[in-house]
């Protein structure tokens, strides 16, 4: 699994990174015997210093699975932890609808 992780309109910081890296380590369940290199997983972290806001979006692409979760508040490690918990979600429905197809009988 390849992570890409980006930073827009704030400065990139050691704890977040690892924050993040900690998280998504999760997502490595739902790929099974899939290509390692085949997966990206691309999070922007973004900030708004005008409005105190905050914008995390998660990207998962993977031969079997294109999933978007996009979320934003006013604390970042929180919305980190909530954004990928959404992820989580929508690539475990994705990864049943995958085995249910399957698995369906012809």
Known sequence: ???DL???GMEPTEAI???VSKN??????YFGKEDPDAT??????????NHHMYM???RV???HFDVVAKREGKDMYPLIDE???VMDRELEKAKRKLVDEIQKPR
Request: proline share 3%.
């Open 56 to 58: 995390v979006e998660i």
């Open 1 to 3: 699994m390849q992570a």
């Open 24 to 29: 998504i380590i999760k997502f490595k369940k």
């Open 6 to 8: 980006t930073f827009r």
């Open 17 to 19: 990174e690892e924050f």
């Open 40 to 49: 990206f997983v691309h999070i922007v972290l973004e900030g708004n210093h």
């Open 61 to 63: 692409k993977s031969p």
């Open 83 to 85: 954004t990928v918990k």
